[in-house]
């Protein structure tokens, strides 16, 4: 039998909870997790001490209690929040779980928590779940609590006789519920006659490639997939590292290269052609997220005799998958 009122009839017919959840988890595909890269993230007190605040923001939460099948909260924290965290004694140390959970007391299984105003709740907490082992990430994971309605925002990780949190002991494990993402791609074939690469351990920029572009506003890492085929190795051996960098400009303000990364290739194969990949992450976009980009792919001779020679025939693809992560 079909629930008698379904989204949306006029006429003021009443319509049930659980059908509006099952709206937000249509909508939203079903997926649980903050909306936005730096929402309800954990920190330090401005000046450490036995609590954490989190910032504020809003989060997508499944409901997990018996008949809470397909449907989802949909949560906002207007304020920056604190929880205490009590303190370490001196024979071990321990970890504590910091959630958004929902405790909806009209659900089977939930605990109760009867509000003084049943009409404006609070029926959603900051909650601090303590002595969990210490590689939990994930509420559910913990005994007794796998049919939480929860997100978990982060791990404290205390030491033995530590009564003050610092940044080191939070790990972030939020992720967000609809991340984004979009790419961008290129390939440019090489300069139109040989140029040898120099022998030092200076970055050089394949003179082939100049690329320009928009990091996008959202985006907060990149990943970097990038193919130098045709490079010639003229004698010898050379070894060495390929990597990409972004340099982001507004106005007058230019930054320094960012998420560089590296591989090591080795080639003794004097006069034959061969190709160097890459893939790896960007991380830390965020400050330069919305600006004009230069993408760079750079190789830097690090041991052996050999000359890279990049001549007509090289070709390099570069594909910057921008993303939306958590920071």
């Known amino acids: ?41 954990v920190l330090p007190l401005a000046v450490p001490g036995g609590a954490v605040r989190a910032l504020p923001g809003a989060a997508l ?21 604190q929880v205490g965290i009590a303190a370490t004694g001196s024979g071990a140390g321990r970890s504590d779980l910091i959630v958004a959970r929902v405790e909806d007391p009209f659900m089977a299984g939930e605990p109760w928590q009867d509000p003084s105003d049943p009409k404006v709740g609070p029926y959603v907490f900051l909650r601090v779940i303590p002595n969990v082992p210490a590689d939990t990430t994930r509420l559910q994971s913990v005994n007794g609590y796998e049919g939480s309605s929860a997100i978990t925002l982060a791990r404290i990780d205390i030491p033995a006789s530590t009564g003050t949190i610092t940044a080191a002991m939070i790990k972030d494990v939020r992720g967000i519920a609809q991340p984004k993402s979009a790419m961008e791609a290129w390939s440019v074939v090489g300069p139109g006659a040989n140029t040898d690469l120099p022998t030092s351990a200076a970055w050089t920029t394949l003179a082939s ?35 990409v960098s972004i340099t982001t400009a507004a106005g007058t303000r230019s930054s320094t290269p960012v998420a560089v990364t590296e591989t090591n290739a080795t080639y003794n194969w004097p006069g034959r052609r061969f190709s160097l990949p890459l893939g790896s992450f960007l991380e830390d976009l965020s400050a330069l997220s919305g600006q004009p980009a230069t993408v760079k792919v750079e190789l830097q001779k690090a041991v052996g005799t050999g000359i890279i020679n990049h001549g007509p025939t090289t070709v390099t693809g570069v594909s910057l998958n921008y993303m939306q992560a958590a920071i």
Do not use: C
């Open 1 to 41: 039998m079909f629930d008698p009122v379904p989204w949306f009839v006029g006429g003021g017919a009443q319509h049930s909870p659980e059908v509006a959840r099952l709206l937000a988890y249509a909508a939203t595909g079903g997926v649980e997790g903050v909306i936005t890269p730096t929402d309800l993230k």
């Open 61 to 81: 939460i499944l409901n997990r209690a018996v008949g809470g099948a397909q449907q989802t909260y949909v949560s906002r924290m207007p304020t920056e929040t």
């Open 209 to 243: 490639l100049t690329a320009s572009g928009r990091i996008p506003e959202w985006a907060t890492r990149a990943y970097a997939n990038i193919s130098v085929s045709g490079l010639l190795v003229n004698s010898g051996e050379w070894r060495g590292f390929l990597r």
